[in-house]
């Protein structure tokens, strides 16, 4: 019954679904030192059904702006934030590999930032809610980010 349970998991959260997440994140977010830090973030936040609704609602015009503190209002939902950030660390590494591959992402290994790469022959299915992430977290910290969330970068 577990391998049933294990192949399903893996049907679902396979880097060739997830690796467009990181994509359309990194695309988004403006290129910061230390920006590398905010990967293991992207995959727990945007596939959280009630995260996702949230982020994909978040509004960003000249009369109104959301923000990490509007849309995350309520912090009693990030108890189990940690958890779910150790268990996509492995599909995390993989999209960010699958990214590299297609040539979708760059990674500055000086500065510990990624940045979206220009000469990518494969396109990729644009996420919505992880470019709002990466709007988000636009003028943050790696700092502030994980201190607002309550979570550890490991």
């Known amino acids: 019954m ?13 880097p060739f679904e997830y690796s467009s997440y990181l994509a359309s994140f990194y695309t988004a977010i403006d290129e910061s030192e230390n920006n590398l830090l905010f990967a293991p973030l992207v995959i ?16 960003f015009g000249d009369k109104r702006r959301s923000s990490i ?12 934030l940690q958890e ?4 996509f660390q492995t599909l995390t590494e993989q ?11 760059l990674v500055d290994e ?19 809610s992880a470019e709002k992430l990466g709007r988000l977290f ?8 994980y201190a607002f969330l309550g979570v550890k970068p490991r």
């Open 84 to 87: 779910r950030i150790d268990g």
């Open 110 to 128: 000086e500065d510990l930032s990624i940045r979206k790469s220009e000469c990518s022959d494969v396109a990729f299915i644009y996420q919505k």
């Open 44 to 59: 727990p936040l945007c596939s959280h059904p009630d995260f996702r609704k949230k982020i994909s609602g978040a509004v």
């Open 95 to 105: 999209c960010i590999q699958y990214c590299l591959v297609n040539d979708w992402l």
């Open 69 to 80: 503190w509007s849309i995350f209002e309520d912090r009693s939902k990030f108890y189990d």
């Open 138 to 145: 636009c003028g943050h910290s790696v700092v502030e980010v």
């Open 2 to 14: 577990s391998s049933i349970v294990d192949a399903l998991y893996e049907l679902k959260y396979n």
